[in-house]
């Protein structure tokens, strides 16, 4: 029979110091039994908390079946100092620090090398806070737990900072010979601070406390970090903190009055369906009841991906306040692959709103996960109150491949406004293919279901430059009771609307559904250009009791191409169209028209104010102001030049301008004007007298060596040589200073020169005794008066 190896751990049975010895090591007795059994026995530390002796009173630590109490340290006020060589609880166990009820704050510090691992339960008595500082890092395991009355801060600062300037240093723990009596006011971080990580441990303080933090890094893998109607704390922006949730990981604080969460970081990633969830909870709250924020502030970028939420909501059958969700960032924001930022109310109460600061791009992004990514503030199916506000200013910003930023009302109650300001370009592009369905991406606000009640949003644009493309869409809708929202653009370079996707074509729309009962809102746009393309579309409409929104447009060059077309269509009247630019072009099929249906609905008026509108005869690319059931619109044209369109009574394949109504007494009325234009405005009056075409030749030069013979040419008669010049044809010229250019020329070049006859300007003619007529020219007067001579012209 073979020898047998069996090892056993045995755990003390005597009340003793842990020392540190015991943490570090197994103590192991080898015994060989008479069977040939090899036994190895041992004892295995309860927990590593091991006290140094850096205080003037220093730690205590006893251990009573398995928990650790830890007594002794150093009063200071209501603050008690407490120092160790090494902390760690292992699972099942507790560290108990027993303070006497006059503490407010129990400061820990861990001055030796190793990590900090709890997977056991730190409880504290009363409600002090509770500090515990390990400039090497501290890592909560899956079992740890904290049981403390007031808040915990978890820290690999170096030290906690005092308002006398005094310092609890773990790094440096002699550095300080006195301790502060005052409260902590903040930490202090070395060159090269530890990590805080939470494994899939589920870490709650008290209704109202807080729970913090800090490190070079804060990885949270799993698990909860819970403060009902309190305050969760991550990062801290002095230690160039990343922060990162993964894992399913949940930072929550709903309660009766909600609390508050902020990540101050280097950089943040929510990653693996994470949640920082705030706000009122399920079934509590009251009218006075108001959460706080949630704050995320980095240095460089901040990423939310693979379903991860940020929530600050009033939850079902709560009442209350929702608090605002500001998001500010020195780099980039990022949104991806279904991820949720949502300001939003489930029961009764005000949603908060949504700040996004950015000196980098904003990007929501799609992917082609199941859900749609979502940016937005809303009221849902059985919320009572008013939406929040979404507002981002940014470099730049981006809404792709089905992602969307929303603001709604399911229930009763005003739906926000979604505000944009970029240095920079907007970019909407895309549809996303889903499973089941496809979402195109864009900026949509609504009154969503026919049973609320309420009005939309507005959607305001400030850009450098704009781009809707490939299906993507702005959208201002009521299906409901209440007015649909305005879209509100204002672009200082150029807005382009591109193409059509999935979903439907790109553009710009606000609708009155077939169950709505209110106003669309109006289109206002205002760009240096304006381009609507391939299909895409400008659209206010009414299908319900109601009427369409007016189309506004101000540029200095309008083009619609490809069956681009601004439109407005109504059964309940208005949808009027107004545009004003410099040169305004439509060709392929484009168009410019009010449609109306229905008895006594007169369709929508046409006002267009332009020096140049072009049209190509054969692209049927049309202006209209048409009414189906009742009186066409008015169509107004002040324009310099009209090209290709032309007025008819109805519509044909050519390029028209029509406001055609139900039978031709109901035609409306196409005014197209011109300025008039006086055909003698700016030409020179003519005589009418023969003139003597000797006067006008000047011989201003002799006959001599060097002269030429010119023919000019300008349109019509010259004027006399000597005759006065009029005002607006002088020209003033200063006196210069003659050179030698004469005087410095030597004589021999003249006398190598071959004399050649000269030749002058011919001034009249003679008949010869042979019949043929001769030009000749005579001698030259001398006409210069008192002009100086010049170098080519002697005189």
């Excluded at 751990?9 to 009340?15: E, K, R, S």
């Excluded at 030409?683 to 002799?702: F, G, K, R, T």
Aim: charged fraction near 15%; aromatic fraction near 6%; charge should be neutral.
């Amino acid at each position: 029979m073979g020898a047998k190896l069996l090892i056993y751990a045995l755990q003390p049975t005597i009340d003793t110091f842990i020392t540190a010895t015991m943490m570090k090591h197994l103590f192991w007795a080898f015994v060989i039994g008479i069977n040939g059994t090899i036994v190895f026995t041992g004892y295995s530390a309860v927990a590593q908390i091991t006290p140094d002796s850096t205080l003037p009173n220093n730690s205590n630590v006893k251990l009573e079946n398995n928990t650790l109490n830890i007594t002794g340290g150093t009063q200071a006020g209501a603050n008690l100092f407490h120092s160790f060589q090494e902390f760690s609880v292992t699972t099942g166990n507790t560290a108990h620090f027993q303070n006497n009820p006059d503490i407010q704050n129990i400061i820990s510090r861990v001055t030796g090398s190793n990590i900090s691992n709890i997977n056991g339960l730190i409880k504290a008595n009363g409600a002090a806070n509770l500090f515990l500082i390990n400039h090497k890092g501290i890592i909560f395991g899956e079992n740890a737990k904290l049981e403390i009355g007031g808040s915990f801060t978890a820290t690999a600062a170096s030290g906690v900072k005092f308002g006398d300037s005094l310092e609890f240093s773990a790094k440096n723990p002699l550095a300080t010979p006195l301790l502060s009596v005052n409260v902590p006011i903040g930490l202090q971080y070395g060159s090269n601070p530890g990590d805080i990580e939470v494994k899939l441990a589920n870490l709650q303080v008290n209704p109202g406390k807080t729970l913090t933090l800090t490190g070079a890094s804060v990885n949270i893998n799993g698990g909860k970090l819970l403060a009902p109607s309190g305050r969760v704390e991550l990062g801290d922006t002095a230690a160039q903190t990343n922060v990162l949730l993964s894992n399913f990981a949940e930072v929550n604080v709903l309660g009766d009055n909600g609390g508050s969460i902020a990540i101050n970081a280097r950089s943040v990633e929510l990653a693996g369906q994470s949640t920082l969830q705030a706000g009122i909870g399920q079934g509590l709250g009251s009218v006075d009841s108001k959460a706080f924020n949630i704050d995320i502030n980095a240095i460089k970028d901040v990423y939310l991906k693979d379903g991860s939420r940020v929530r600050n909501t009033v939850e079902p059958d709560a009442t209350g306040q929702a608090g605002d969700i500001n998001i500010n960032t020195g780099g980039s924001l990022y949104v991806k692959s279904a991820a949720l930022i949502s300001a939003s109310i489930y029961g009764k109460g005000l949603a908060g709103n949504i700040r996004i600061n950015a000196l980098g791009t904003v990007s929501f992004d799609g992917g082609n996960n199941t859900s749609a990514t979502t940016v937005g503030s809303g009221i849902n199916l059985e919320g009572i109150g008013s939406g929040g506000d979404t507002n981002i200013t940014a470099d730049s910003f981006s809404v792709t491949n089905g992602a969307a930023l929303t603001s709604f009302a399911l229930g009763s109650g005003n739906a926000g406004n979604i505000t944009i300001n970029a240095k920079n370009d907007v970019l909407l592009s895309n549809v996303a293919r889903r499973e089941r369905f496809s979402n195109a991406s864009g900026i949509y606000t609504s009154i969503a279901s026919p049973t609320s009640v309420g009005n939309g949003g507005d959607i305001n644009i400030r850009a450098a430059s704009l781009e809707v493309s490939k299906g993507a869409r702005l959208s201002a809708r009521t299906f409901g009771q209440g007015d649909a929202g305005n879209i509100n653009i204002n672009v200082r370079k150029g807005i382009l609307f591109d193409g059509v996707g999935l979903r439907g074509p790109s553009g710009a729309f606000t609708s009155v559904e077939p169950t709505g009962i209110g106003n669309a809102g109006n289109v206002n746009i205002t760009s240096q250009t304006l381009r609507v393309m391939n299909g895409a579309q400008l659209f206010s409409s009414s299908k319900g009791k109601g009427a369409a929104g007016n189309l506004g447009i101000n540029a200095d060059f309008i083009r619609l191409d490809n069956q681009g077309a601004i439109t407005s269509d109504t059964v309940g009247g208005r949808g009027n169209i107004d545009l004003n630019a410099k040169d305004l072009i439509l060709h392929r099929n484009s168009n410019i028209t009010t449609n109306a249906t229905g008895s006594n609905n007169i369709g929508g008026n046409i006002k267009i104010n332009t020096i140049n509108l072009v049209g190509i005869p054969e692209d049927n690319s049309d202006i209209s102001a048409n009414s189906i059931d009742f009186r066409g619109g008015n169509v107004t044209i002040n324009t310099t030049g009209l090209f290709g369109l032309q007025f008819r009574d109805a519509p044909t394949n050519m390029s028209d301008i029509t406001a055609s109504g139900a039978n031709s007494q109901l035609n409306g009325t196409v005014r197209i004007n011109r300025p008039e234009v006086d055909p003698t405005s700016g030409l020179i009056e003519l005589p009418v007298n023969i003139v003597d075409h000797s006067y006008l030749i000047a011989q201003s030069c002799p006959v001599k060596r060097g002269n030429t013979f010119i023919i000019t040419g300008r349109g019509g008669l010259p004027v006399s040589p000597n005759a006065m010049l009029r005002n607006n044809q002088t020209a003033s010229i200063d006196w210069v200073t003659t050179n030698d250019l004469v005087s410095n020329q030597k004589d021999t070049n003249y006398k190598e020169q071959l004399i050649k006859p000269e030749i002058s300007e011919a001034d009249n003619w003679v008949i010869s005794n042979s019949g043929e007529v001769m030009l000749i020219a005579s001698a030259s007067k001398d006409i210069h008066g008192h002009f100086i001579s010049s170098a080519v012209c002697p005189l």
